[in-house]
């Protein structure tokens, strides 16, 4: 695709969990699934009732309240703040074989049915039993717990338990474990936004459209379990959500449609289904499978789930809510090791097919040519630093020097083949003043990009496809954030005050996207309208940038918001048995050109590194979030991801997506750049770090990682602990006036090795290992 714990449910005080059995011993020999007639259809549904809740049984937890009657299973309303939210599935239905034909159990009307619904402990219990036509026994158990029956305080939460079993064998074909439909008999088929992690990322539209993917991949009512990154599922609407999380196991399959059309509930539906769903049983978005699986007598189903509500103006609190009940995953296994993956790396950019002398492309395709790049230059050398080989250091540097030769040392920062840009190589090699001053020649001329109002607007290519034509508009945050980012980071190397004053007006006219769904970042290829985790990086990189520059907490919020929107595109639970998996993220929810590849399922490293990346500098700035874990993570899996050293042609490079169940890695293979910008802050060596200095206004840039900053009246202090094992530069930009200078407490002058460029107001030092830095603002 180019141009705080470990996991765990909430299951204390539920009975213990059952494991379901396809065969036993004796007639114990797994038996085969039974294949649907070719007729076989779901019933017409009696439409689902509001239920009178005068004599209700209640439970809550915060502001999440479910009422649930004694007529029927599945009789319940779920209310938020006080607001209906969703009924349940209260007239049921059972579909199983019987002699070759698809017979329908309907509960409400089972023969010997018997009901009892009752609340004791803090817990309401439902006991039903009946018969099918075929003279088996159904029994069914529904517990919902209370907030005092489970460990932690998690309110909007209700945890519940279902348990289904039948005393004969039985073909089944359609079996609602759990049911409800937000929106039925209140606000109905429209909706704020719905989520459907790996698969939806909705505004008010329908979900399984052809706005992102046409064809039969469309359909994602009941998809694929791979598919699904983590088990959420959520429908928000006029400030408050409801929301179903459940533990994944492969017999059960998830439903999702919004707005309901199955089930006639005038709502959307969510919910968990028998069979499951495995990429080859069923046809997705089907109901019913191709085949019935064997349920063997007396041996349970169990699901656990957990019904959410709460306040949101989008489903991010659902987000967030979800990570806070759940926690976050283990890094992956086993845990990447630096020598491991500095000798991996250097493998990419000495020995890959990405190399031609002193020429990188960006990808191993004849359509990615060979040229001239400095980056490589930059995380040569920073693999250098840590190797701790002399032979692989040696060459390394050796190739540093090559690479730099041919380039004009006004373009070395900005001279890249890799996805994310640090303004680095001059603060490497040199050269620093005429980089700030391209990066101020850059800036104004991305100024040109925007229309009067701060918004950017995509146009086809002439000749070329118009990837707008399924949105109503031709504007998408994904798409605004990427001049917006390259503003900001050229101001901020430039120092311009009229230019960091404009970036950031820029950067507030993108308050048009408040709230909204991360989409509209690869519109080389993907459509305007398709939810992608590169919008995400590049909002929270953006607005984390605002922050720092301006000081403004609004911007910090907004990075906040748009990095738990990329939550949904990683996987938090292992999609396989195989080792390759977990936090592998997903690039987008449709596919290039609405036809192929389709990327559900499929992770695309590269766009969740970019990501990462802006997770890393979101968390030294918000170190109360997840965003490092998560950050860790994503990182930790590109490395899994990497072609092997085995591999000559391509090792060290990212392949460009990788294929879960058969661990394959496809074509083209990435140069390691962006995995590696990721990796140095893994292992806690950052290639390089910016602070600003906001009362003073200095903003300062350097190859390393700054240490003790402080400020107070007319001083700023700093220790800068660099990876370089040779001299290097730092800028520091925003100066008035010539400052007094201090290095390791010593006085220096400002001249010589360092330089004040005094119309410009930029001091560049001349440093080397760690060293403290104090500057005196004259006044």
């Not at 591999?647 to 962006?674: C, H, K, M, Y």
Request: glycine share 10%; with cysteine; proline share 8%.
């Amino acid at each position: 695709m180019h141009p705080k714990k470990a996991i765990g449910f909430i299951c204390v005080h539920l009975c213990s969990a059952a494991v379901f059995v396809l065969g036993a011993k004796g007639d114990d020999v797994p038996q085969a699934p039974v294949p649907l007639p070719a007729d076989a259809a779901a019933p017409q549904w009696p439409a689902p009732t509001v239920p009178s809740l005068g004599v209700g049984l209640t439970i809550r937890s915060g502001n999440l309240e479910l009422v649930h009657t004694r007529e029927a299973l599945g009789s319940f309303v779920l209310k938020v703040d006080g607001e209906p939210m969703a009924i349940g599935l209260n007239h049921p239905q059972i579909g199983w074989l019987s002699d070759g034909q698809l017979r329908w159990l309907d509960l409400a009307n089972a023969a010997h049915k018997m009901l009892t619904v009752s609340k004791e402990k803090g817990r309401i219990q439902l006991k039903f039993r009946g018969d099918d036509s075929g003279g088996a026994t159904w029994e069914i158990d529904q517990l919902f717990f209370g907030p005092d029956l489970w460990a932690g305080s998690h309110p909007g939460a209700i945890p519940m338990e279902v348990r289904i079993k039948v005393n004969r064998d039985r073909a089944v074909a359609f079996l609602p474990m759990f049911v409800m439909f937000p929106g039925a008999g209140s606000f109905g088929r429209t909706k704020g936004q719905g989520l459907f992690a790996g698969l939806e990322y909705l505004d008010n539209e329908p979900s399984s459209s052809e706005a992102d993917v046409i064809g039969p991949a469309s359909r994602r009512q009941v998809p694929d379990n791979l598919k699904i990154t983590f088990p959420l599922m959520v429908i928000q609407n006029a400030d408050l959500y409801v929301a179903l999380t459940w533990k994944p196991r492969p017999q059960f399959s998830a439903v999702f449609d919004s707005p309901d059309r199955h089930f006639g509930s005038g709502g959307h539906v969510m919910g968990l289904l028998f069979p499951g769903s495995d990429g080859r049983n069923r046809v997705e978005g089907s109901l019913l499978p191709r085949a019935a699986e064997i349920l063997r007598a007396n041996q349970p189903l169990v699901l656990q789930a957990t019904l959410l509500g709460g306040l949101g103006k989008s489903v991010v609190p659902a987000i967030e809510q979800y990570v806070a009940l759940r926690g976050l995953p283990p890094l992956p296994e086993p845990r990447a090791e630096l020598q491991k993956y500095a000798a991996l790396a250097a493998g990419g950019w000495l020995d890959s097919q990405i190399r031609s002398g002193n020429m990188f492309r960006h990808a191993d395709l004849p359509n990615f040519p060979f040229g001239h790049m400095a980056d490589p230059a930059v995380w040569m050398a920073w693999l250098a630093s840590v190797a701790e080989k002399p032979d692989l250091a040696r060459r390394l540097n050796d190739s540093v020097k090559d690479v730099l030769a041919p380039i004009a040392p006004a373009d070395w920062n900005s001279a890249s083949i890799g996805h994310v840009h640090y303004p680095v190589a001059s603060l490497l090699f040199g050269h620093v003043a005429e980089n700030a001053a391209r990066a101020d020649e850059t800036g104004h001329q991305l100024l040109g990009r925007f229309a009067p109002d701060g918004s950017v607007h995509y146009s086809p290519n002439p000749g070329g496809v118009d990837l707008a034509r399924t949105y109503f508009t031709n504007e998408a945050n994904g798409f605004t954030a990427r001049p917006v980012l390259d503003l900001l980071e050229a101001a901020a190397f430039s120092g311009d005050r009229e230019l960091v004053s404009a970036s950031l007006e820029r950067l507030r006219a993108m308050d048009v996207f408040r709230d909204g769904v991360p989409r509209g970042a690869q519109t080389w290829e993907v459509p305007l309208h398709t939810p992608d985790i590169l919008a995400s990086g590049l909002m929270v990189r953006a607005y984390t940038l605002g922050y720092e520059l301006s000081g403004d907490r609004y911007f910090l919020e907004q990075a906040r918001y748009w990095a738990w929107t990329g939550v949904p595109f990683v996987y938090l639970n292992d999609p396989t048995d195989k080792p390759v998996g977990r936090y592998g993220t997903i690039a987008v929810y449709g596919a290039t050109q609405w036809k192929a590849p389709v990327w559900l399922g499929l992770p695309v490293q590269w766009c969740g590194l970019v990501y990462a990346e802006g997770l890393y500098r979101l968390a030294r700035n918000d170190p109360d979030g997840p965003w490092k874990t998560l950050a860790d993570g994503i990182t930790s899996s590109g490395i899994q991801q990497s072609f092997p050293a085995s591999d000559a042609a391509r090792q060290g490079l990212l392949p460009d997506s990788f294929v879960l169940r058969s661990q394959q890695r496809n074509e083209p293979a990435i140069n390691p750049g962006t995995l590696e910008s990721c990796a140095t802050q893994l292992f806690r060596r950052p290639v390089y770090d910016f602070q600003c200095f906001r009362q003073s206004g200095l903003r300062v840039h350097a190859p390393g990682e700054f240490k003790s900053a402080t400020e107070e009246a007319g001083k700023v202090s700093f220790e800068i602990e660099s990876w370089a094992h040779r001299p290097y530069f730092v800028l520091i930009n925003g100066l008035t006036r010539k400052p007094g200078l201090k290095i390791n407490g010593t006085t220096e002058e400002v001249n010589g090795d360092n330089q004040f460029f005094e119309k410009e107001g930029r001091l560049v030092l001349h440093l080397e290992a760690r060293t403290r830095v104090e500057i005196e603002l004259t006044q």
